[in-house]
T-cell receptor, first 112, second 116 residues
Framework: DQQVKQNSPSLSVQEGRISILNCDYTNSMFDYFLWYKKYPAEGPTFLISISSIKDKNEDGRFTVFLNKSAKHLSLHIVPSQPGDSAVYFCAASVAGTYKYIFGTGTRLKVLA | GAGVSQSPRYKVAKRGQDVALRCDPISGHVSLFWYQQALGQGPEFLTYFQNEAQLDKSGLPSDRFFAERPEGSVSTLKIQRTQQEDSAVYLC??????????????FGSGTRLTVV
């Protein structure tokens, strides 16, 4: 049972345009969500997070939106740059636990 | 060190062989995690240490998997009698804080294990 789902395995976006990566979850107990970015042959790198008490968190070009009623979150990258090309994972956790549940990832390709 | 260091980067093991994967966390980081990432999948939790105490090993897939962190710093993940389904990237991560982690961990680059 996949509790965190990223239904788009890949996404291509033109440089300068907006990239929108989506993530759905099934466990209503999740209260913290993160996005990680992964380049080939490297470990995932923390990008941005959001608590379930918020519906938006912004950090520079990156904004994460959380829709609790729809159990959906999204990552917006504006403007997209070629260096953003990577695999993006969303992850979720439940208060009091130590672990994150990861989605399967979306490969973003930003075209110059 | 500046980051989480894992060794070896690549390991090829014959089916049935035992392997040991090493993780050097960031100095002073209390929390240490092991994750397994199969091809085309996201990382999956294996086990968690707070200092030398293994507080959660619920993700270890079988009793062939064993992890330790005897002095609260370096950790070793051991897999006995490896099988083909053990082929994956094994990621280690560490964090300065304990308990519910709101900051995201720092991952190492992983060890890619291929069982032939």
């Amino acid at each position: 049972d996949q509790q965190v789902k990223q239904n788009s395995p890949s996404l291509s976006v033109q440089e300068g345009r907006i990239s929108i990566l989506n993530c759905d979850y099934t466990n209503s107990m999740f209260d913290y969500f993160l996005w990680y970015k992964k380049y080939p042959a490297e470990g995932p790198t923390f990008l941005i997070s959001i608590s379930s008490i918020k519906d938006k968190n912004e950090d520079g070009r990156f904004t994460v939106f959380l829709n609790k009623s729809a159990k959906h979150l999204s990552l917006h990258i504006v403007p997209s740059q070629p260096g953003d090309s990577a695999v993006y994972f969303c992850a979720a956790s439940v208060a009091g636990t130590y672990k994150y549940i990861f989605g399967t990832g979306t490969r973003l390709k930003v075209l110059a | 060190g500046a980051g989480v260091s894992q060794s070896p980067r690549y390991k090829v093991a014959k089916r049935g062989q035992d392997v040991a994967l090493r993780c050097d966390p960031i100095s002073g980081h209390v929390s240490l995690f092991w994750y397994q990432q199969a091809l085309g999948q996201g990382p999956e939790f294996l086990t968690y240490f707070q200092n030398e105490a293994q507080l959660d090993k619920s993700g270890l897939p079988s009793d062939r998997f064993f992890a330790e962190r005897p002095e609260g710093s370096v950790s070793t993940l051991k897999i006995q009698r490896t099988q083909q389904e053990d082929s994956a990237v094994y990621l280690c991560a560490s964090s300065l804080v304990t308990g519910h982690l709101n900051y995201g961990y720092t991952f190492g680059s992983g060890t890619r294990l291929t069982v032939v």
